[in-house]
């Protein structure tokens, strides 16, 4: 870490995190962790590894982990029981953005499939564009016996609030991690860290300094390239065939489920360790992606933050992370990159460049 404040502040959201999830579950719980995130985007990955940290301080057996395309209720109910304890993977996904796909449909299931048992979804961000799907989510939740709604940000406590649901606020579990040794030395002044598809809120980036990079995570065929090492094309190779196993077969879906678990820890810490030698490029981040301002934060890398389409990194910012001595606030793109270039060119790692402020929550 570059920066004692940091240090201190990701101390302090890892406790918040550990504090409310100690309120929920007892040491010794056994517990099925549904909707593992088996995606492209390598964020979802920091948080499920916080989750696992977070859990295991907690004292929390998990007993079962799948992924939506291997979730099946009878797999479930094997190993918690009709009134068992089910967790719902966090993250941003929450709403109707993706449609119905993966983890919400799966999350609606469970809420369908398991009326009667404990059911908890770790800290999320709710964003609906539509009445419809948020109104049909409300009667869900509404509708089961002991569900628990955890939100990592004030803007999805207030629309839990709106839905008449009782939310808990709890810090994005990827903080449960800890401060994170830097990947490799940068090669750049400043890496660009520039998310595609429907959360893109700037278009296009400007014409690009002398001494900045820009790029993405890799996606699909990208993580099983070279690129992202030889072990995780394996492992991503046989979760394919176990899935599809368990698709194709239903009476194999038992004997199977256990080894297609056990894939997820080591695929989940190859992936962060992917996005870390990413966020790492630079010897400042400009992203806006949510969990690259969080990795270099817990990194100690000096960035700058700009807002997704539907306002989740602001009210992360505002939330939580605007305390950061290495973090700071963009409004617009141009403005991100000559904080970022006057960033990397600060001699002490994480100061503010003088004349230069950002917008905090009061």
């Known amino acids: 870490m570059s920066s004692a404040n940091d240090a201190s502040l990701v101390s302090e959201l890892s406790g918040l995190i550990d504090d409310a999830l100690g309120g929920l579950l007892e040491p010794g719980t056994e517990v099925a962790l549904v909707n593992f995130p088996n995606i492209g985007n390598l964020g979802d990955s920091v948080i499920w590894l916080g989750a696992r940290a977070a859990l295991g301080r907690s004292g929390v057996r998990v007993v079962h982990r799948c992924e939506p395309r291997t979730y099946r209720r009878t797999v479930v109910r094997r190993a918690v029981g009709e009134r068992g304890t089910i967790l719902l993977q966090g993250g941003g996904n929450l709403g109707d953005l993706y449609g119905k796909a993966g983890q919400q449909k799966v999350r609606e299931r469970v809420l369908r499939d398991f009326p009667r048992a404990r059911v908890i979804q770790l800290p999320q961000t709710i964003w609906f564009r539509r009445e419809r799907p948020r109104d049909r989510f ?30 808990v606020l709890c810090p994005d579990l990827a903080f449960a991690l800890g401060p994170l040794a830097r990947a490799a030395a940068p090669d750049c002044d400043v890496y660009w860290l520039a998310r595609k598809g429907v959360e893109v809120l700037h278009g296009e980036l400007p014409a690009l300094a002398d001494g900045v990079e820009a790029g993405d995570y890799p996606h699909g065929n990208e993580q099983r390239g070279g690129g992202a090492g030889q072990g995780l094309r394996l492992m991503l190779a046989a ?124």
């Open 239 to 362: 979760n394919r065939f176990l899935a599809a196993t368990i698709e194709r077969q239903p009476r194999l879906a038992v004997p199977v489920a256990r080894p297609a678990a056990a894939l997820y820890e080591p695929i989940a810490r190859r992936r962060v360790e992917l996005a870390k030698r990413i966020v790492c490029r630079g010897r400042a981040l400009v992203t806006d992606r949510f969990h690259g301002h969080v990795l270099a934060i817990l990194v100690g890398i000096p960035n700058v933050i700009l807002d997704n389409v539907y306002g989740k990194n602001r009210t992360l910012w505002e939330t939580w992370t605007h305390r950061s001595e290495t973090s700071h606030w963009a409004d617009d793109p141009a403005q991100a990159q000559e904080l970022a270039l006057r960033l990397a060119a600060t001699p002490v790692a994480g100061a503010p460049p003088a004349g230069v402020g950002e917008t905090v929550a009061q």
């Open 138 to 167: 409300a009667a869900l939740c509404a509708a089961h016996d002991d569900f628990t709604l955890m939100v990592r940000d004030r803007a999805s406590l207030e629309r839990a609030a709106e839905l008449d649901l009782a939310p």
